[in-house]
């Protein structure tokens, strides 16, 4: 079966990309980034744009851009063409998320990526990534942090076990996790439960150390292991850290808007995605059938299963449970009455047409 790895979706297919990514762990190291992307699809206004665009909705009864329109049905309508049209909410995806590769991702100094991308059910968008950066801080601090939380939480656990006195417990048995990371989030994130802030902003001291509170001091102990200096020299580079990875995330966010509007901009005289020109067929590559094939079928999904924790939905004023995907589940359920009006003059190693 080693033909099928060129199958999305087979199990070749993701045992061959898998190994692609160990072998970038292996040589690259941990990556920096794990980014997670989602289309927001039934939000973003570059899209639905483009779906009027594309489907020839302007003024009609699906154009969520009418004026005087409510929002309560302007978003039906959003949910509505997106059902009727996902090739084009994938090929939107598509577009925006090479824009992202070819022009952020070098801007911000990410050297290599990994990434997957998924369709949930129906087949709405959203991308897993790994990004690796050559500049980025030290996560040494966290290391640090994590064990003086659990040394602090292990002394606390050893004490209560000695005051009660009972030797069938141990301090494992009382160890408290959520005090553990508690105290470790504390110390990583410059909490105000441990640091003094004024009007916001956290206060430093000469040497830019930020200021312990007194009062949460006293409910910590220092130890030749873990002096105050060695903490505050790890919240310093927490500080940094969490300094620089804003910057990087605040950059990725704006970024993302832009890529969809560029996508607009150029896509309103490029035609529908699934559109071909029958001239040009000549000169296709001898997979272009079968990889334009298995796009389509990708692009063209809908979900089969509709399940609570994923596209079912209760009316507030009649209680009544719904697809939030109507349109997709109206043609299916009419499908299925065309199927079953078939009765027995469909053959049954057929399926429905």
Request: charged share 30%; with cysteine.
């Amino acid at each position: 079966l080693r033909f099928t790895k060129s199958m999305p979706n087979s199990p070749q297919f993701f045992n061959m990309h898998r190994k692609n990514l160990h072998n970038m762990i292996d040589e690259l190291g941990p990556p920096t980034f794990f980014s997670t992307a989602s289309a927001a699809d039934t939000e973003c206004p570059h899209l639905h744009k483009l779906i009027v665009e594309w489907a020839g909705l302007a003024g009609t009864i699906r154009d969520p851009f009418v004026p005087n329109l409510t929002p309560s049905e302007s978003k039906k309508r959003r949910f509505r063409n997106l059902a009727e049209y996902p090739a084009i909410a994938s090929w939107f995806w598509d577009q925006k998320s090479d824009l992202v590769q070819k022009g952020l991702l070098p801007l911000l100094g990410v050297t290599s990526f990994w990434e997957r991308t998924e369709y949930q059910s129906r087949g709405s968008c959203h991308g897993h990534a790994l990004w690796w950066h050559p500049n980025a801080p030290p996560d040494s601090f966290l290391d640090v942090i994590g064990a003086f939380a659990n040394a602090i939480v292990t002394d606390e656990a050893k004490a209560e076990v000695k005051d009660a006195n009972n030797e069938e417990t141990n301090a494992e048995d009382v160890f408290n996790e959520e005090r553990c990371a508690e105290i470790a989030n504390d110390f990583a994130s410059c909490s105000p439960a441990a640091f003094e802030y004024d009007a916001g902003e956290l206060r430093l001291d000469d040497t830019g150390t930020p200021i312990l509170k007194r009062e949460y001091k006293d409910t910590i102990r220092f130890t030749a292991e873990f002096t105050e200096e060695v903490i505050m020299e790890a919240v310093r580079q927490a500080r940094q850290a969490s300094g620089w990875y804003s910057r990087f995330l605040d950059a990725s966010s704006a970024f993302y808007d832009e890529a969809s509007k560029q996508v607009l901009q150029s896509a309103v005289d490029r035609g529908h995605p699934s559109s071909r020109n029958i001239l040009n067929y000549g000169e296709m590559p001898p997979d272009f059938w079968e990889t334009d094939y298995q796009e389509c079928r990708r692009d063209t999904c809908r979900h089969t299963e509709c399940r609570k924790s994923y596209c079912l939905r209760e009316r507030s004023d009649t209680k009544e449970i719904y697809c939030r995907f109507e349109e997709s589940l109206r043609v299916r359920q009419l499908r299925g009455a065309e199927s079953e009006e078939a009765g027995n003059d469909q053959p049954a190693d057929e399926p429905p047409g």
